[in-house]
């Protein structure tokens, strides 16, 4: 019988592995760490978790991201729906989600909250799909940290929401971050901007890349979004939306850059800042990182999207979000040479003589366990001293031993590791001496 070939992950989609992986940013221990101190830091601001499906309606994604957005035309992953399950009803199109804002957006108007509360303040953890070309910082499947404030229209949210990035940026030890922001305005300031930036781009109809001329006359705003070195060098005098604010606009931008003065937190103004999506109004920002190169310099970024919610059928809803991309983090901490910390290993290994005691043992196990000891028990049945030797191996703190004339007594022999120290306890009693020597090791 031949040997059958051996399956792969998809390109571009990584396994994140609790050992054995060479590549630091597939080591599970730093996205375990990674994640808990985002949702220390998100929490300790008042933001609460949400979670929206993977799978979406794809008319959710062009009403909001545009659809001249690379998302839409270029990177969207199709759902083929089953024709025998449940799903045959489905009258649309359905998509693997590409980014957050609007899946949140669509559950905050579809479950009434847009009507709620002032203050709708959620965080959340979540892969993202997105079909191109996989390269270092740039993946097929890439995992976002991100927050998303509702029913919110002061300038100071948006402060706030860029401080807790900045903050947890800080955190974790990455240095050489700073924020880049921009206005991109509203919809009453920029039929007038559009005007003024076709006139300037039509200019180098001729010149500029087919992705741009496809843009020109139906979003000109994301021709400056172009990565295409050519387009960058053509439309490095165009107008910029920071010259046709409206008042309101131009107010609510000042406050902003003077709140991130306040706080003291460090930021380039780039006038020439619109994002990749259609939906933002007012800020926009980005977070870069110079040990980083390329375009996967940037490592999160957001804005405000006042009319997203209102664009899929909800009411009015001013709102303000980002996205930080797990991945570019960790390249980010590798390129200044951090390290999330190591796991602890285990704290206790219940050992058995032989055999005969092993489901005893792993009985007394699953009672630590139940406690929130984190205890590691041998499968296989080994003599004692290979047990010691494989607690010695993990570094592990203590031994519970199981069998021998102490279990015919009631009792089972405790070991302290470090201080090469042991004592019979009965088995009643061995939960609670546990915890006093753990608290005597500090």
């Not at 989609?13 to 060479?22: E, F, N, R, T």
């Not at 800042?273 to 957001?302: H, M, N, P, W």
């Not at 901490?333 to 092993?358: C, F, H, I, N, R």
Request: glycine fraction near 8%; include cysteine; hydrophobic fraction near 35%.
């Amino acid at each position: 019988m031949s040997k059958a070939k051996a399956i792969r992950s998809v390109r571009g989609m990584g396994d994140i592995l609790p050992a054995g992986q060479k590549q630091f940013i597939y080591q599970s221990h730093s996205w375990v760490w990674l994640r808990e101190r985002f949702e220390t830091w998100a929490v300790s601001h008042g933001y609460r978790y949400i979670d929206t499906p993977m799978v979406e309606e794809i008319e959710l994604f062009k009403r909001t991201s545009g659809e001249t957005s690379d998302i839409v035309n270029k990177e969207m992953y199709l759902v083929r729906r089953s024709s025998y399950g449940d799903d045959t009803d489905i009258g649309f199109e359905l998509c693997l989600r590409p980014e957050g804002s609007a899946g949140i957006s669509r559950a905050v108007m579809e479950h009434g909250l847009a009507r709620s509360q002032a203050g709708l303040k959620f965080y959340y953890i979540a892969p993202m799909f997105r079909s191109e070309r996989p390269q270092r910082g740039r993946y097929r499947q890439h995992t976002q940290f991100g927050v998303e404030v509702f029913r919110e229209p002061e300038p100071s949210v948006d402060v706030e929401v860029i401080a807790l990035l900045e903050g947890f940026y800080k955190s974790i030890g990455l240095a050489d971050t700073i924020v880049t922001v921009n206005s991109v305005g509203d919809p009453q300031c920029r039929p007038e901007y559009r005007e003024a930036l076709i006139a300037y781009l039509e200019k180098f109809k001729d010149e500029m890349s087919e992705d741009s001329r496809s843009r020109l006359y139906q979003n000109p705003m994301r021709c400056l979004d172009s990565k295409d070195e050519k387009d960058q060098e053509l439309f490095a005098g165009a107008p910029t939306m920071l010259e046709f604010l409206n008042e309101e606009c131009s107010e609510h931008f000042e406050e902003v850059l003077h709140g991130l003065d306040t706080l003291g937190i460090p930021y380039q103004v780039d006038p020439r800042l619109v994002r990749g999506l259609d939906y933002y109004t007012k800020t926009a920002f980005e977070f870069k990182c110079s040990t980083l190169e390329g375009a996967i310099q940037t490592i999160g970024g957001g804005g405000r999207y006042d009319g997203l919610v209102e664009q899929i059928g909800g009411p009015a809803t001013p709102a303000i979000g980002f996205g930080t991309s797990v991945e570019r983090i960790l390249l980010a901490m590798e390129s200044q040479g951090l390290e999330a910390p190591a796991p602890l290993p285990p704290a206790l290994l219940v050992a058995y003589m032989d055999s005969g005691v092993k489901y005893e043992a792993l009985r007394i196990a699953e009672e630590f366990r139940a406690r929130g000891v984190e205890t590691e028990f041998l499968y296989k049945a080994k003599n004692l001293g290979k047990q010691l030797n494989e607690a010695a191996k993990r570094d592990i703190l203590f031994v519970v031993i199981v069998g021998g004339e102490e279990w015919g007594r009631g009792e089972v022999m405790l070991k302290d590791f470090k201080k090469r120290t042991q004592v019979a306890v009965p088995v009643s009693e061995v939960y609670a001496k546990l915890d006093e020597m753990w608290r005597k090791e500090g």
